[in-house]
C-alpha cells in the first residue's frame, strides 16, 4: 500500500538508485557485478604476482647471481629433460628417471602424487568417520567435536616437532614398534625416503582429517532430517539411508573437501622441512622452496610446473567426480 | 495379519519446558484391510499419530501393535508400512523415475520388475512422461503425486497416506481417489488416510476416525459420524457447510429456543428431562422453504426467517437465513442462535433480504448435551428413527 | 618506537638499525648496545636491533627478499659466514674496502682470523664486504673425568692444545667407553642438513687430507673451473674411518687399529642439540660440537636445572689423520675445525653511511668484543683477545680458550659460491648414506662426485 | 560377536546376553560400534596432543635424552611402560613462554588478522558462492575453475612480485614489461600486507564451500524473502547465509584457524619475527628457537597456549552459530 | 490503481533441450480491487503465472503491467505485492514471529506498529498462542497459517496466493475464507488466488481464471464458468463431480447418442447443422429420476439405466447410472458414453444394480463441438436461454 512505498522513499535516493539499478541487472550482468570484489582482490594479490613469476620463469640466473637472460621455456624444457636436476636437493630428479622403486622415490613428482593420493585417501575416509559420529546426538558432543578439531589447529611447526620428536631417535617411542611391524626403517628413519614419507603421510593425516570432518560434518547439518524420515519408512537400513541419502547429499561437500585437500597436499611442504628434510622427501614445492633464493627462474618454472600439475589432477578429479563437483 | 491396534497411545513434544500433548491417550483398533480416514482440525495431532505407526516418533506411553508384533520400538523399516508424507519430502537430488523406485531397490527387486511397477504407478498418478525429472523442475501438484507414486510401488501392508491429494486439481482427486480404491481392493491392504476434504472421507473410507487436540472423539463409518455424530465436536466438524447450532432448553413438550421452538417429548429419550440446556444441531440440507413443507418427512412448524446471503455454489445456494433480529454477517460461528444456514436448490426462487419462512425436518435434528457436548438424539421423532443406516450405534447415556 | 616506518627514516634521525641475532637482542640487547656507547660510538646516533629469524636459511631468503626490493631497512645486518659470499656475488652489499676508513680496512685484514675473514671477502677482488663479528668452531669435547679413571692424563698430554690422531683418539674412545658405564664412545652430527656437509664431513674429511674442490684454494671457486674431488681415497678414508666408529665395519681392512663401534647410529638423524644431550647427561665420552655446547654442557651442575658436566668437561682440537704436509688436497690435513660465524654486512641503499661506521668502528673494538664473549658466549675474530686475560676470565668457556684458539687457527671454511646451497644436500645426503650403510662409501662418492660435477658445470 | 548366538538358556554370560539383547534391537549394536568409533577418534587424534602436553612438562634439559617410555617394575618383571610419560614436572614451562617472549603480543596479533580476513573472506566469498551457487550465467565453470586455480600454486610463487609491491619503494611495471604503472603504498610490517594475501589465498576455498552450500538452499526461500521485500543481496545475507549457517561457520573456522596459524606470509610481510611487527603466533613459537638449541617444552608449551583458547572460541562460536540459525532442516 | 494487466506472456523452461512451456501467450486484464481465481488442473501453469506476476520469473516473452507501471523487470520487492507460496516456504531459522514479521521488519516498521499487525494476523489465522514457535515444531496446517499471516500483514496492492488453504480443515477453510473476504474488502486489494478446491473458487471469486496446458481457457464470474463454459475443458473442469459428456451426432430434430437420443432442433442454434458431431454435457444434478419427470422444467423422455454404484454422501448421493451394455466402473473417464453419473436426493429411494429410467433437463444441457471443444448452446430449449446470470457472454462462433 501507499505506507510501503512511502517509508521506501525515506531513504537515501543514491542508495535506493544503486539498489534498483543492481536489482534490475540481468543474472549474467550481476553475477559479474557481485563478482567484482573476488576478482579485484585475487587480481592484485594473485594475479599481479603470478603474472611476474610466470615472467621470472622466462629468464635464466646467471653463473654468479648476478643477472638473468631471457631463455624463454627453457627452464620449463630443462625440467622435464632432467637439466635441472642439479639444483634439487639430493639427488631428487623431477621426473624419474628409471621405473626402479629408488628413482621413483627420488622424483618429486611421484613423490608428491605418492603423498597425495595416499593422505587425501586415508583423510577422506577418516574424515568422513569423524563427521559422522559429530552429527550423531550425545550429551559431551561439543567437547568431542573440540578435540577432533584441535589437530587442525596446531601450528605445522609443532605438528612437525610433535611428530619429530616421536621418531627422533633419541627420545621416539614409535620407531621402534613400528618398525617391529615392519612399516618403519628401524635407523636413520627419517632420512629413509619410505618411512619419511610414511610419518609425513601420518602426520598430514592426523591434522587434516579434521579439516575434512568440519566440512562434511557441515554438509551432513544441511541436510532435511525429514527425508530420512522417508528412507526410515522405505524400509532403508542404516547403511542403506547412508549409502542412498547422506552420502549422495554430502558428495558435493566431499567433493570440495577432496578438490582442496588434493591441491593442499600437493603442495606439502612445512611437514617435510619440519620432520625431515627436502632432500629426503622430496615434494615439488620443497623444489619450488629449495632454488627460490638462489635460481629464481627455475624456481618459478617449478611453481608453474607444480600449479600445471595440479591443475591437470584437479582436472581428473572434476571429470571423475562429474560435472557438477564445478 | 495386518490389523493395527493403538493403545494409549500418548505423544507429547517438550518444547522449552513448554509442553504440548500432540496425541492424546489413543486407542484404535483397526481390522486388516480397513479403509481408515482420520479428519480433525489443523494441529489436532493426525500426522503425529501417523508417525507412531510408521515408527518415526516413538510414543511417550503406549504400545502400537501391527498384526500380532508389538512394534512400539520397531524401526520403520520392519513394520511393513509405505507412507505418503504431508511435506512431500522428495528426495532432491534424485530424479522421478529414482524417487518412486527408492524402496523397490532397496529391496533388490529385479530390473524389470521395478521398470514395471514404476511404470504402472506412474500411469496411475498420470506422469507418464515426466520419469526423468529432477522434483524442482515440477509443479506443487506433480510432486504430491511422485509421492503417491512411491508409496503405492512398495504395495505394503499398511499404507499411511497424510493428506496426499491436497495440491490436487478436483478431477485428479477423483481420478486419484478411485485409484486409491482399486489399489486398496487389488492389495488387500489396511489404509490409514489422512484428509481435510470431507468429501474424500466419506468416499473412501470404511469409517472415518475423528480426532480433536490430540484424541479421538469418533470412530465410525462416514454416514454414522454424518448423521449420528458423538458428540458437539464431531457434528460441527463433519459435514459442509457445517450443522446449525441452536441453544435451547427441554421443555415438557418441545425444546424453546431463542427464536423458535421445536416439538419434542423428553420422555422418549434416556438422559434428557425438563430444564436441561441442549443443544439442537440442524444440518443446512435439513431445512426446507415453507413452500416445500409438503415434502417434509416430519415437518417441523414454520419459522419465521430473512435471507440474508446467498452463495450460489451451482449444483445448490447455500442461504444464510436471519432469525429473530439477527445481524447480517457470513461468519457461521458469530452466529449461532441469530442465524441458519440452509442449502436449497439451485432452481430455487429465492432472493436476498426477503421474509421467508422455513421448516425443519425434525427426523433429522440432533440434540446435545450443551454442558458435556454429548449426542442425546439424533431425531426429535424418537430414539430409534436412523434412517438409511444399519449399523446404528448405541447412544450414549448421559 | 616507531618500527614500521623504517623505510623512510634513513639515516635524518641519526638512528642506526641493525638486523641481529633474535636471541642476543632477546636476552642481551640493551647491554650489547651500552658496549658500542662504552666502546666510542657516539650518544647521537641511536642503534636499533631488529632481530631476524631464528633459522639461518629464513634470515637469509629474508634479506635476499629485502635487498632484492631496494629495501634500506634495516641498515647493517649480521650474516652467516655460510652464506655471506652469496650476497657479495649479487652485488647486494656495500663494499666495505670503499666504504670503510682504510684503518679499519687493514686492522680487518692483519688482526682477524683470515679463514673466517675470507668468507666476507669477494674472492675475485679480494674485497671486503663485511666484518667479521664472531667466528664458530668446533672442539672435541670429552668427559675428563672417565678418561682419567680410564688411566690417559689429558693435563700431562696437553690435549688441550695438541691435536692427537683418530686412531689414538678412536682406541681411547672404545676403551673408556667400554670401562665406564656410558652407552655411547662419541657423538657428533650426521643428519641430512646444511651442518654435516659444511661442518662435521668436511672437518673430517679435511683431516684426511681431502677436500670437496682440490684443497684451500679453490674454496670460493670459480666455478666450474676447479676439480671435484670428493671421489678420492681420502674422502672415502674418512666416511670408512666413520662407519668403523659407527658400524665397527672395517670392509677393506683399513682400520684394523681403530677403535669402532662405540658411536650410535643416531647420529645419522642428529644435530646438534640432539647429539649434545646424550653427552650433557654424561652418556658419551665424546663430543663434537660448537663453543655454545662448552657453555652450556661446561655450567656447574649445581646451578643449572639442565644437565651439565661441570669441570669434568674437557675439549680437545678435533684429531686428524693425516698431516698438513701429507695431505692429498692443498691446504687440507692435520686437525680441523669447521668454520661458522656471522659477519656485520651493511645494506648498499642507505644515505647514513656515516653512522654505520661509526657503528661498525664501535664494534671492531676489542674491548667490545670481549664484551660480547663475556655477556653473550661470541667468540672474538681476532686469535690474539684468546689469549687476554679478559678472554680466559669469562666463565666457563674462557677455561677452554686456548683450545678454542687452536681450532681457530686450523680452520676450514665450506666452499661457499653461489652454488653451494645445491651442492650442500647432495654432500650431506651422501655422507648420510655412506655412514647409514645404504651404500658402500666408494659409490656414495662417486655418486657425489658427478652431482658435483653437474651443478658445477652450468 | 554374531558367532555366540543362541546357545539355550540360563548360563549365559554377560557378553551373551548382551548379543541376545543386540540381535533383538539392532540399535545396540550401532550404538556401540558409534562408542568404539568415538573412542578410537578421541584417542587417536588427542594421542598427538597428550605427546605435547609431556614434551610441555618435562623440563627443558632432559627432553632429548632418555626415553619417554619408563620402566615399570610389575611384581619383578620389568617391562616398558607403553605410554609416554613426563621426564620431570616442570609446569612452569607455561609461564616461562610469556616470560621470553611476549607471547600474548603474538596470539593477539594472531587474532586480530585472523579475525579480519576471516571476515573479508566471509563476505566477499559469500557473494562469490551466491552467484556461483544460485545463478546460471555464461563463463560461470571457467571463471570458478580460475578462482581454484590460485590456490595450485606453491605461495612461494606469489611472494617476490608481493614482497616487492608491497615494500613500495619502486613503482609497479606492467608484467612483461618496465611499463611503470604506480608506486603502491608500503605495506611491508603492517597488517595490510598480510590481510591481502591472506584473503585472497583462503579465498578459493570458501568461495567454494559456499558455492556448494548456498546452491542447496531451496529457492523457494528465497523467493519468499525477495516477495516480502528483500534485494536480490539482502536475500542473500538475510536468508541464505542463515540457512547456510553450518557451512559459513566451517569456512570462517577453516579461516581463521588457518590464518591465526599463518607463518609462511606473515613471516615474509614483518621483516621481523616481532610482535609489534604483526608477527603471527608461529613467530612466537619458533622464538624458542635459538641457532643450535630448541626449547622444544616451551614450543610445546606455547602452541597449547596458543591453541586451545581458539579451538574453545571456535567451537562455542560454532555451537552456537549452528545450533542458533539452523535448528530447523533445511526445506521448503 | 492496482490493476494488472498481463500481455502474452509466455514462459518457457529449457530442461536440457526439452523444452516445456508453462505459461502459453497468456492475457489477462484484472481491475483494482478484483479477486481472481486461478483453477486448472495440476501442471497447468498457476504457479508459474503466479511467479511471473510477482517478479520471481522473467517472463520469457510478454509484458506485466501493475497499475501503470509496466513491472515486467521490476523485482519482486518494488511491486507491491505480497504471495503465499504453493510450498509454504517458512523461513526454517525464524520463529513464527519473525517469519511474520519479516517483511515488516525489512521496512523499518516501528515495533509497535510491527506487534500490532503480527498479533492481528496471528489472530486472523488463529495462531495466537503460538509466535514462539520454530516452523519445524508445527503442523502442516500451522505452518500454511502461518505463509498466510506473513503476507496479509504486509498489506500490500496485490495478494498472490497459491492454494494457500490447502492443508487446513474444513471448518478452518471456512473460517479462513470468510476473513480473506473481509480483508479484500478492507484493504481494497486486488487478490490472485490458486486453489484447486471448486467451493472456495466459487464462493470467493469476483472471476475465475480456467487455465489448461498454460493457456487460459476461461475467465469469467463463477456461474458463468458453471453454467456456459467456453469450452468442453472448462465444463468438464468446473464442478464436481463433473459434467457426463456423451458423443452424439446432430439430426434434423434431435441428438443421437450410442444408447438414447434427444430432442433438439438445430436450426435454433448458430453453427451447427445436421450430421455435425457433437459433444453433450449434462451436470448430474440435471439428471433426475423418471419419477420425478413433472418436476423437470423442461424433461427430456426417458432414459432406460442401470443403477451401477452409489456413493452416499451426507448431503446428496452419486448414482453412477449404466447406459445400454455399459459395464461396471467407478471411474469418470473410461465411460465417457455408456454411463451417466447423477446426483440425487439422499432420502431418495435408490438401490444398487437396478434398473431406473431417468430424464435430463433438457434447458440445461450444453453442446459442444467434438473436433474443437468449443461451446455451441447450453441449453438445447433455445440459444436465448441461460437462466440466473445476467452477463453471458457472446457464444464463441465455432
Ligand atoms: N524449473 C522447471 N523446469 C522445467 N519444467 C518446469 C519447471 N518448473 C515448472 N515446470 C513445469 O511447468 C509446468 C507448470 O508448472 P506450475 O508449477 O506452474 O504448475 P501449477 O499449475 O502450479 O501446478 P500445481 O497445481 O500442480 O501446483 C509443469 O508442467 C511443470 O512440470
Ligand atoms: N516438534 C514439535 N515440537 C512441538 N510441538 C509439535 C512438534 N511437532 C508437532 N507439534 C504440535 O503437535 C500438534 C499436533 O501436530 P500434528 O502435526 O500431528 O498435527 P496435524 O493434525 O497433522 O495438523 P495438520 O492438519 O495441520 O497437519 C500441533 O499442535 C503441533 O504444533
Ligand atoms: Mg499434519
Ligand atoms: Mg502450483
Known sequence: ?326 | ?398 | ?458 | MATTTDDDNSSEGPLARWTQSAIQNPEKVYRALFYVAMVFFLVTTLFPFYWLLVLAVTPSGRLLSGSFLPSVDLFGVSATFPLPVPKGFNPEAFITVFEQVPFHLYMLNSFALAVTTTVIVIVVASLAGYVFGRLRFPGRAFLMLGILAVSYFPPAAFVIPLFQAFAGNAPITLPFTEIPLFTPPRLLNTPGSMVLPFSALFMPLSIFILTTFYGQIPDGLEDAARVEGTTRLGALFRVIMPLSAPGVATAAVLTFIAVYNEYFFSSIMATSTEAARWSPIVGGILSYQTQYTTQYNLMAAASIIGVLPVVILVIVAQERIVSGLTSGALKE
Open chain 1, 1 to 326: 500500500m501507499s505506507t510501503e512505498t512511502g517509508r521506501e522513499s525515506r531513504r537515501s535516493g543514491v542508495l535506493v538508485d544503486a539498489m534498483r539499478w543492481m536489482e534490475n541487472l540481468s543474472d549474467t550482468q550481476y553475477a559479474y557485478l557481485l563478482l567484482i570484489p573476488v576478482f579485484v582482490l585475487l587480481g592484485v594479490v594473485a594475479l599481479y604476482p603470478l603474472l611476474r613469476t610466470f615472467e621470472l620463469s622466462l629468464y635464466a640466473t646467471s653463473l654468479d647471481l648476478t643477472g638473468r637472460s631471457f631463455v624463454g621455456i627453457d627452464n620449463y624444457v630443462q625440467l622435464f629433460t632432467g637439466g635441472k636436476n642439479r639444483f634439487l636437493p639430493g639427488g631428487t630428479t623431477f621426473i624419474p628417471s628409471s621405473l626402479s622403486l629408488n628413482a621413483l622415490l627420488n622424483s618429486a613428482l611421484v613423490v608428491t602424487i605418492i603423498f597425495a593420493v595416499v593422505s587425501v585417501a586415508f583423510e577422506t575416509v577418516i574424515g568422513l568417520g569423524q563427521a559422522l559420529i559429530l552429527d550423531q546426538d550425545f550429551s559431551g558432543r561439543k567437547w568431542v567435536r573440540a578435540a577432533i578439531i584441535i589437530p587442525w589447529a596446531v601450528p605445522i611447526v609443532i605438528q612437525g616437532m610433535v611428530f619429530f620428536l616421536m621418531f627422533n631417535s633419541n627420545v621416539g617411542f614409535a620407531t621402534a614398534p613400528l618398525a617391529d611391524l615392519g612399516l618403519l626403517a628401524p635407523t636413520n628413519t627419517l632420512n629413509d625416503t619410505a618411512s619419511a614419507t610414511f610419518i609425513i603421510i601420518v602426520a598430514d593425516i592426523w591434522k587434516t582429517s579434521a579439516f575434512m570432518a568440519l566440512l562434511i560434518l557441515a554438509g551432513l547439518q544441511s541436510i532435511d532430517r525429514g527425508l530420512y524420515d522417508v528412507a526410515k519408512v522405505a524400509g532403508a537400513s542404516k547403511w542403506q539411508q547412508f549409502k542412498l541419502i547422506t552420502f549422495p547429499l554430502i558428495l558435493p561437500t566431499i567433493g570440495v573437501a577432496v578438490l582442496f585437500r588434493s591441491v593442499q597436499a600437493m603442495r606439502v611442504y612445512g611437514i617435510i622441512d619440519t620432520v625431515s628434510s627436502c632432500s629426503v622427501v622430496p615434494s615439488l614445492s620443497c623444489m619450488v622452496v629449495a632454488t627460490f633464493n638462489t635460481r629464481e627462474g627455475t624456481a618459478a618454472a617449478i611453481a608453474f610446473v607444480t600449479a600445471a600439475i595440479i591443475g591437470v589432477a584437479v582436472m581428473g578429479l572434476i571429470a571423475w567426480q562429474g560435472e557438477d563437483a564445478i
Open chain 3, 1 to 458: 618506537a616507531d618500527l614500521i616506518g623504517g623505510g623512510g627514516r634513513g639515516g635524518s634521525g641519526r638512528t642506526v638499525t641493525w638486523g641481529f641475532d633474535p636471541v642476543a637482542v632477546q636476552n642481551n640487547g640493551d647491554a650489547i648496545k651500552d658496549a658500542l656507547y662504552e666502546n666510542g660510538l657516539s650518544e647521537d646516533i641511536t642503534v636499533e636491533f631488529v632481530p631476524r629469524d631464528q633459522d639461518t636459511g629464513a634470515a637469509r631468503s629474508n634479506y635476499n627478499r629485502l635487498l632484492n626490493a631496494g629495501e634500506t631497512d634495516p641498515d647493517m645486518f649480521l650474516m652467516d659466514n655460510g652464506w655471506t659470499n652469496i650476497f657479495i656475488q649479487r652485488g647486494q652489499l656495500q663494499n666495505l674496502s670503499e666504504a670503510l676508513p682504510e684503518e679499519l680496512v687493514s686492522d680487518v685484514a692483519d688482526n682477524y682470523f683470515s679463514a673466517f675473514t675470507d668468507t666476507a671477502r669477494d674472492p675475485g677482488s679480494g674485497d671486503l664486504f663485511g666484518v667479521p663479528v664472531f667466528p664458530d668452531f668446533p672442539t672435541m669435547q670429552y668427559r675428563k673425568d672417565l678418561v682419567e679413571e680410564a688411566g690417559y692424563n689429558p693435563e700431562g698430554e696437553n690435549w688441550a692444545t695438541e691435536p692427537m690422531t683418530w686412531e689414538r683418539w678412536s682406541n681411547i674412545a672404545e676403551d673408556v667407553n667400554d670401562n665406564a658405564d656410558t652407552d655411547y664412545g662419541f657423538t657428533t652430527q650426521w643428519d641430512i642438513y646444511e651442518g654435516t656437509a659444511c661442518c662435521t664431513f668436511n672437518e673430517i674429511m679435511s683431516s684426511w687430507g681431502g677436500a670437496y674442490f682440490g684443497g684451500r684454494e679453490n674454496l670460493f671457486g670459480p666455478i666450474g673451473d676447479r676439480p671435484v674431488t670428493v671421489n678420492e681415497p681420502e674422502t672415502i678414508s674418512a666416511l670408512n674411518m666413520m662407519r668403523k666408529f659407527v658400524h665397527d665395519e672395517d670392509a677393506e681392512d683399513q682400520f684394523s687399529s681403530y677403535g669402532g663401534g662405540f658411536t650410535p647410529t643416531n647420529i645419522l638423524g642428529w644435530i646438534e642439540e640432539a647429539s649434545r644431550a646424550p653427552f650433557a647427561e654424561g652418556n658419551s665420552v665424546f663430543h663434537r660440537n660448537w663453543p655454545y655446547s662448552l657453555a652450556l654442557t661446561g655450567r656447574n651442575p649445581d646451578n643449572t636445572e639442565d644437565p651439565a658436566l661441570g669441570e669434568n668437561l674437557g675439549a680437545m682440537p678435533m684429531p686428524y689423520a693425516v698431516s698438513e704436509s701429507d695431505a692429498a688436497q692443498p691446504g687440507t690435513g692435520g686437525t680441523t675445525s669447521a668454520l661458522g660465524g656471522w659477519h656485520m654486512t651493511v645494506n648498499p641503499n642507505i644515505n647514513n653511511q656515516e653512522d654505520v661506521v661509526s657503528v661498525i668502528r664501535a664494534a671492531m673494538e676489542p674491548e667490545f668484543q670481549l664484551e660480547l664473549l663475556s655477556i653473550q658466549g661470541w667468540l672474538p675474530p681476532r686469535p690474539e683477545l684468546f689469549n687476554s686475560s679478559d678472554a680466559q676470565n669469562v666463565d666457563v668457556v674462557g677455561r677452554y680458550m686456548d683450545t678454542l684458539q687452536v681450532a681457530g687457527n686450523n680452520t676450514m671454511a665450506r666452499p661457499v659460491t653461489a652454488v653451494w646451497s645445491d651442492q650442500s644436500t647432495n654432500i650431506a645426503q651422501q655422507a648420510n648414506r655412506a655412514v647409514g650403510q645404504e651404500a658402500s662409501s666408494a659409490d656414495a662418492m662417486a655418486t657425489l662426485q658427478s652431482a658435483l660435477e653437474d651443478t658445477e658445470s652450468q
Open chain 2, 1 to 398: 495379519m495386518a490389523k493395527l491396534k493403538l493403545e494409549n497411545v500418548t505423544k507429547r513434544y517438550d518444547d522449552q519446558g513448554d509442553v504440548v500433548t500432540a496425541v492424546d491417550d489413543m486407542n484404535l483398533d483397526i481390522d486388516h484391510g480397513e479403509f481408515i480416514c482420520f479428519v480433525g482440525p489443523s494441529g489436532c495431532g493426525k500426522s503425529t499419530t501417523m508417525e507412531t505407526i510408521a515408527g518415526l516418533t516413538i510414543p511417550t506411553e503406549g504400545t502400537i501393535h501391527i498384526g500380532d508384533r508389538d512394534v512400539t520400538n520397531l524401526p520403520p523399516k520392519d513394520r511393513g508400512i509405505a507412507m505418503v508424507f504431508q511435506n512431500i519430502a522428495l528426495f532432491p537430488h534424485m530424479d522421478v523415475y529414482d524417487n518412486i523406485s527408492f524402496g523397490l531397490r532397496l529391496r533388490d527387486y529385479p530390473t524389470e520388475e521395478i521398470d514395471r511397477r514404476v511404470e504402472r504407478a506412474a500411469d496411475i498418478v498420470q506422469l507418464e512422461g515426466m520419469l526423468g525429472r529432477m522434483p524442482e523442475e515440477m509443479s506443487g501438484g506433480q510432486r504430491q503425486r511422485v509421492a503417491i507414486a512411491r508409496a503405492i510401488v512398495r504395495e505394503p501392508d499398511v499404507f499411511l497416506m497424510d493428506e496426499p491429494l491436497a495440491n490436487l486439481d478436483a478431477k485428479l482427486k477423483v481420478h486419484m481417489r478411485t485409484e486409491l480404491q482399486r489399489l486398496h481392493k487389488e492389495l488387500d491392504t489396511t489404509i490409514i488416510y489422512v484428509t481435510h476434504d470431507q468429501e474424500e472421507a466419506m468416499t473412501l473410507s470404511d469409517r472415518i476416525a475423528v480426532l480433536n487436540s490430540g484424541s479421538l472423539q469418533q470412530i465410525a463409518p462416514p454416514l454414522t459420524c454424518y448423521n449420528e455424530p458423538d458428540n458437539l465436536f464431531v457434528a460441527g466438524f463433519i459435514g459442509s457447510p457445517s450443522m446449525n447450532f441452536v441453544e435451547g432448553t427441554v421443555e415438557n413438550d418441545q425444546i424453546e429456543t431463542k427464536n423458535f421452538s421445536i416439538a419434542f417429548d423428553p420422555s422418549t429419550v434416556d438422559g434428557v428431562g425438563v430444564g436441561d440446556s441442549v443443544t439442537i444441531g440442524i444440518r443446512p440440507e435439513d431445512i426446507y422453504p415453507g413452500a416445500l413443507r409438503d415434502e417434509v418427512s416430519d415437518p417441523s412448524s414454520l419459522i419465521d426467517t430473512r435471507t440474508d446471503i446467498l452463495e450460489p455454489m451451482g449444483d445448490e445456494i447455500f442461504a444464510y437465513m436471519l432469525l429473530g433480529q439477527g445481524e447480517t454477517s457470513m461468519s457461521q460461528e458469530q452466529a449461532t442462535n441469530d442465524q441458519l444456514l440452509m442449502s436449497i436448490d439451485p432452481d430455487s426462487d429465492i432472493a436476498e433480504d426477503e421474509d421467508m419462512q422455513v421448516v425443519i425436518d425434525r427426523s433429522n435434528v440432533h440434540l446435545f448435551d450443551t454442558a458435556t457436548g454429548e449426542a442425546i438424539t439424533h431425531s426429535l421423532e424418537a430414539a430409534w428413527n436412523s434412517e438409511s443406516v444399519t449399523e446404528g450405534e448405541a447412544e450414549s447415556d448421559d
